[in-house]
C-alpha cells in the first residue's frame, strides 16, 4: 500500500467583513481545492506547504506569507482518494497561511 504525505495549505483573507478561504478550481474536474503539497525528501510537512504555497501563487517565501509554526490538523487513514482505485495510507497536515502583502492578496 502507498504511503501519500501531503501539507494542505488553509489560506484565508480577513481584510474584508467576512472570512474568504483561498480554493482553486481544478480545470481537469471543476472541483475546488485547497494549496496542497506532496512532501518530497526529507523535507517536513511545513516545508512542503512554504514550497508549494510560493510556487503556486508565486510569492515570496520570505516576505508575502507565513505559514503556522504548527499543524492545526493532522489526519492519518487508509482510503481510496478521488479518482484512484487503490487504497493509499495517507498522512495530512493542515496549516494557517497568513499572507502579508497587498500586493499578493
Known sequence: MEKISLSVSL???TSSESVRWLARVNEGTSELDFV???RLGNESF???????VAWE???DRECDFLVSSESQL???FVDRLPRWF???HVL???FNVSIYSD???
Open 36 to 38: 496542497i503539497a506532496q
Open 74 to 76: 493532522n489526519l492519518e
Open 86 to 88: 487503490e487504497k493509499h
Open 11 to 13: 489560506i484565508r483573507n
Open 57 to 59: 501563487l508565486r510569492l
Open 46 to 52: 511545513r516545508e512542503s506547504a512554504i514550497r508549494e
Open 92 to 94: 495530512a497536515s493542515f
Open 103 to 105: 500586493e499578493a492578496l
